[in-house]
């Protein structure tokens, strides 16, 4: 009987061995995942542990602490959503957890999702602003923080504002130069093209100015730059300086009234613009200047629909600034005549290199190149002019 108890006894430790082993055992393969959040319309979880080479040291394996919250004025923006591509890849390679966020082009939706983030505990704020005619959106985030890092990018904020906090940085370009690059480039199309796009042959070329945003830093030097440019090189050859269409707008622009820099407000301006300018009439704009790429193709659009920039019709020169697919794509075809390239890819690694190091307790702008370093709050991405050259 003794014999009988111990043989069962045996048995039983036998089985509950087993049993401890098998749930110990584990899938040793690494995971990405990705959680939809409960507003999935404004938000998206990801995370990621894969090893490969990206943000911060590549030797980085491991998946750091914590996550990053970031915010996106508008995800129907096209730069804004080349951005957004870039640097999702960025931080998964860097191996980053990350919640973006579509401020849906309102400033009172960004400040509660950037208290929605930190509630649920954000380590780094990236931060597309939304409002940038004041300070007063920027401060208010950073005060927020209250004193975890903040990344700005893209849309201008001050220096001031920035440096109110030493863990506060912003990334984005030398905003007047894009407005100069382009400038240069429309006067220098222009004196080369100055007899076939002169329609009317009066000597001046009548021009319109799509302005995405009013209050705006980019906006405004764009605007400012992109004509004012044009007209050095035009008069320092002998030529007048462009003539805006409009001798009653005494801005010399159209604005997106929406904020939105979007393709449909160019395509409306200049569907009604024809209406009233035409070759017919003797008055046709001759020259398209945009903020940004979406205006240009949208105004694009309404010259297509009207018989214009489509192969064998005259072609009325379009200029914006981003390439984008689709302006590479305009270029190529010969509707658009050139852009000033925003570099979506590097913007978004350095805010995620940056990020990287923030979360790493390094210096902000450690590994970051020092040619594109302002002082100690800013980092500028170079332009280049797009012709499709």
């Given at each position: 009987?003794?014999?009988?108890?111990?043989?069962?006894?045996?048995?039983?430790?036998?089985?509950?061995?087993?049993?401890?082993?098998?749930?110990?055992?584990?899938?040793?393969?690494?995971?990405?995942?990705?959680?939809?959040?409960?507003?999935?319309?404004?938000?998206?979880?990801?995370?990621?542990?894969?090893?490969?080479?990206?943000?911060?040291?590549?030797?980085?394996?491991?998946?750091?602490?914590?996550?990053?919250?970031?915010?996106?004025?508008?995800?129907?923006?096209?730069?804004?959503?080349?951005?957004?591509?870039?640097?999702?890849?960025?931080l998964d390679a860097a191996g980053i957890k990350y919640q973006d966020y579509d401020s849906n082009n309102s400033q009172t939706t960004q400040s509660e999702q950037v208290t929605t983030a930190l509630t649920q505990g954000a380590k780094v704020l990236v931060v597309n602003l939304v409002d940038t005619g004041s300070d007063d959106a920027a401060k208010n985030?950073?005060?927020?923080?209250?004193?975890?890092?903040?990344?700005?990018?893209?849309?201008?904020?001050?220096?001031?504002?920035?440096?109110?906090?030493?863990?506060?940085?912003?990334?984005?370009?030398?905003?007047?130069?894009?407005?100069?690059?382009?400038?240069?480039?429309?006067?220098?199309?222009?004196?080369?093209?100055?007899?076939?796009?002169?329609?009317?042959?009066?000597?001046?070329?009548?021009?319109?100015?799509?302005?995405?945003?009013?209050?705006?830093?980019?906006?405004?030097?764009?605007?400012?730059?992109?004509?004012?440019?044009?007209?050095?090189?035009?008069?320092?050859?002998?030529?007048?300086?462009?003539?805006?269409?409009?001798?009653?707008?005494?801005?010399?622009?159209?604005?997106?009234?929406?904020?939105?820099?979007?393709?449909?407000?160019?395509?409306?301006?200049?569907?009604?613009?024809?209406?009233?300018?035409?070759?017919?009439?003797?008055?046709?704009?001759?020259?398209?200047?945009?903020?940004?790429?979406?205006?240009?193709?949208?105004?694009?659009?309404?010259?297509?629909?009207?018989?214009?920039?489509?192969?064998?019709?005259?072609?009325?020169?379009?200029?914006?600034?981003?390439?984008?697919?689709?302006?590479?794509?305009?270029?190529?075809?010969?509707?658009?005549?050139?852009?000033?390239?925003?570099?979506?890819?590097?913007?978004?690694?350095?805010?995620?290199?940056?990020?990287?190091?923030?979360?790493?307790?390094?210096?902000?702008?450690?590994?970051?190149?020092?040619?594109?370093?302002?002082?100690?709050?800013?980092?500028?991405?170079?332009?280049?002019?797009?012709?499709?050259?």
């Amino acid at each position: 009987m003794k014999k009988l108890h111990k043989k069962i006894l045996c048995i039983l430790l036998s089985v509950t061995m087993l049993v401890i082993m098998t749930a110990c055992g584990g899938n040793d393969n690494n995971s990405n995942s990705n959680a939809t959040p409960a507003d999935s319309s404004s938000t998206t979880d990801s995370s990621s542990t894969t090893d490969n080479s990206g943000a911060g040291d590549a030797a980085e394996t491991t998946s750091r602490e914590g996550s990053v919250a970031v915010f996106y004025y508008t995800y129907s923006d096209t730069y804004i959503s080349s951005v957004r591509a870039a640097l999702d890849s960025a931080l998964d390679a860097a191996g980053i957890k990350y919640q973006d966020y579509d401020s849906n082009n309102s400033q009172t939706t960004q400040s509660e999702q950037v208290t929605t983030a930190l509630t649920q505990g954000a380590k780094v704020l990236v931060v597309n602003l939304v409002d940038t005619g004041s300070d007063d959106a920027a401060k208010n985030i950073i005060s927020q923080a209250n004193g975890i890092p903040v990344i700005f990018f893209n849309r201008s904020v001050s220096e001031e504002a920035v440096t109110s906090s030493d863990k506060c940085v912003f990334v984005g370009t030398d905003y007047e130069m894009a407005g100069h690059m382009q400038g240069e480039m429309i006067g220098n199309y222009l004196l080369e093209n100055y007899d076939t796009l002169d329609l009317n042959g009066d000597g001046t070329i009548s021009y319109v100015m799509f302005k995405g945003q009013e209050g705006n830093a980019e906006a405004d030097a764009r605007t400012q730059y992109g004509q004012e440019d044009a007209d050095a090189i035009l008069t320092g050859a002998g030529k007048p300086a462009l003539s805006f269409y409009d001798s009653a707008n005494s801005n010399k622009y159209l604005v997106d009234q929406t904020g939105a820099w979007s393709s449909v407000a160019a395509t409306e301006y200049m569907q009604t613009i024809m209406s009233q300018y035409s070759e017919a009439n003797n008055n046709m704009v001759e020259l398209v200047i945009a903020n940004n790429d979406e205006m240009a193709i949208g105004a694009i659009t309404a010259l297509q629909n009207a018989g214009y920039n489509k192969d064998g019709a005259t072609v009325i020169p379009v200029f914006g600034v981003d390439a984008t697919d689709a302006a590479k794509d305009a270029i190529a075809a010969g509707s658009m005549i050139g852009t000033i390239k925003q570099d979506a890819e590097g913007m978004a690694n350095t805010i995620a290199d940056i990020t990287a190091n923030f979360m790493d307790g390094k210096e902000a702008f450690d590994g970051v190149d020092s040619a594109n370093v302002v002082g100690t709050w800013r980092v500028n991405i170079p332009y280049a002019t797009y012709t499709g050259e």
